[in-house]
């Protein structure tokens, strides 16, 4: 069988701030998700994590996409 783990670590905020990079002007929920993806057969990396009521969501990054500044995205 399989043996999985999860933790939990809890962080002051300024401390997650600093270390996500992020400016903590009171917008900011103070909450980060880590999740390690894995490669995959089309050159990036990937990882799902299902959340408490069961929903799964893809945690992904393609090399092949380009963001544009006006928020389109390209497809290589």
Request: aromatic share 10%; glycine share 14%.
């Amino acid at each position: 069988m399989e043996q999985r783990l999860s933790l939990v670590a809890l962080w002051s905020r300024a401390e997650l701030a600093a270390d996500s990079v992020v400016d903590d002007t009171g917008g900011w929920g103070g909450v980060t998700l880590a999740h390690a993806g894995e490669a995959t057969f089309w050159g990036g990396y990937s990882g799902v994590f299902i959340d408490p009521d069961g929903h799964p969501w893809e945690v992904a990054h393609n090399p092949g996409w380009t963001i544009h500044p006006d928020g389109s995205v390209h497809l290589h």
